[in-house]
């Protein structure tokens, strides 16, 4: 077998850069609202300059390649989306049930998606325990000591 | 300690990363420990076992941390423009007593500037101690926590802290969609701290852009506002030399390959 393997021709990067030439084409549009030449002189100007790397990116990643070789995920999928989707719920329900509910929610769901070893009736009572004065703590903390406004919840008012 | 003199070169290296960065305003301690870990991966010979507590790693991120303290002093004391969080605090106790920070501060106050070297360098020197003794019995605990608890706590310390900073919920959902953007540039190879770097230097050099150009279409003489001076000559050859660095150096690998291939 032949230790000399093709040339890795990058191609999530070389999406990326295009992606990132739709950006810059975006950005260019947007500045059609500025009006005089000292507000959009410097945007343009960074726009050209990630227009024409980019391009030059996949020039390189056609004609020479040399692109780094992606490793395969290590970990799971579904604990990353579960992680991110419970993030993004927090954020948007935060508002409407108050930052106690739902901070003692997102920490319970997260104990779950980040638990790694089996279950026991010790841990199953001992996380939970610990995750809510984490939570209350942080609200005293900032509330109280540091006197930030915590959404009360608009189910509350 | 035998890990510090072996990684020398990464300790001093991070610590100039470190002390450069601190200077830059806004710029603090956890883009001072981006930059320089990325740096050490990029120079290591082991760039795969980062991310795995590979102690050079560690080294970089926490030398250039505490190296941002001294830097951020420079434009505190002298500018009166604080470099990180903590100079803006001590920005505010030194214009509360009355005094003024500025090229002058040197000279009407030498005392309070030596108090600030001294008490900088004897903290220094008290990392050692409080690190080898904290560090032996308490930091380590952290990595006995577990992750069931240790994610969740993460998580949330990052949603409340986004949170608090304007009280929107919509920041939240903004730091969550930046750090999905982040996680799939880094799985493409994209480096994080030119990105950071990038938004911290944005504004600077955006102003600097725009000054320039206003001065150089006043006085007609736009080109040679930018490439009149040798000193922006060598910053612009610079720039463009490292901008074009990854296709010199691919340039270079073949050119060897073909090389070594004809030699053989």
Redesign the interface.
């Known amino acids: 077998m032949s230790n000399t393997s093709a040339p890795n021709k990058?191609l999530?990067?070389t999406i990326?850069a295009f992606i990132f030439i739709g950006v810059g084409c975006l950005a260019w549009w947007d500045t059609f609202d500025m009006g005089d030449?000292?507000s959009y002189?410097?945007p343009r100007?960074?726009i050209v300059t990630l227009i024409v790397?980019c391009l030059?990116l996949i020039g390189?990643n056609i004609i020479?390649g040399?692109?780094?070789n992606?490793k395969p995920?290590d970990g799971s999928a579904w604990r990353r989306i579960g992680?991110?989707l419970?993030?993004?719920g927090?954020?948007?329900l935060?508002?409407v049930f108050g930052f106690i509910i739902v901070?003692m929610v997102?920490?319970g769901v997260?104990?779950i998606?980040?638990?790694?070893?089996p279950w026991t009736r010790k841990?199953a009572i001992a996380?939970p325990l610990?995750?809510a004065t984490?939570?209350i703590s942080?609200y005293l903390l900032?509330a109280v000591l540091?006197n930030?406004?915590?959404?009360t919840g608009s189910l509350f008012d | 300690m035998k890990i510090s003199w072996v990684g020398k070169f990464n300790l001093l290296r991070s610590s100039i990363i470190g002390t450069l960065v601190g200077i830059l305003p806004g710029a603090g301690g956890s883009i001072a420990g981006l930059v320089a870990y990325s740096e050490a991966r990029r120079s290591s010979k082991n760039p795969e076992n980062f991310g795995k507590g590979e102690p050079a790693g560690v080294q970089a991120t926490e030398s250039a941390n505490n190296a941002t303290v001294g830097g951020g002093f420079i434009p505190t004391l002298v500018l009166g423009i604080p470099g990180t969080p903590p100079d803006a605090v001590i920005l505010g106790a030194l214009m509360v007593q009355g005094v003024r920070t500025g090229p002058d501060l040197f000279t009407d106050e030498g005392s309070i500037v030596y108090t600030f070297i001294y008490g900088l360098f004897i903290a220094t020197l008290l990392m050692l101690p409080v690190g080898l003794v904290i560090g032996r019995y308490a930091y380590k605990s952290i990595i006995h926590v577990p992750k069931a608890l240790l994610v969740p706590t993460v998580a949330f310390m990052t949603v409340i802290g986004t949170y608090a900073i304007r009280n929107n919920p919509a920041d939240v959902v903004i730091m969550i969609l930046l750090g999905i953007f982040g996680w799939v540039l880094g799985r493409f190879g994209f480096s994080a701290s030119p990105i950071v770097l990038g938004l911290i230097l944005g504004n600077i050099a955006e102003q600097g852009f725009v000054q320039a150009w206003t001065i150089g279409a006043a006085t007609e003489n736009l080109f040679g506002m930018f490439f009149g001076r040798p000193i922006s000559l060598v910053i612009l050859g610079f720039t463009v030399l490292s901008l074009f660095y990854p296709l010199i150096r691919i340039a270079i690998e073949n050119f060897k390959a073909k090389r070594q291939g004809g030699l053989s």
């Open positions: 990058d999530p990067g990326l030449s000292d002189v410097f100007a960074v790397c030059l390189r020479w040399g692109g780094k992606h995920l992680l991110v419970a993030m993004l927090t954020a948007l935060m508002p901070g997102l920490f997260l104990i998606i980040a638990m790694f070893e841990l996380y610990i995750g984490i939570v942080f900032f540091l930030v406004t915590l959404p």
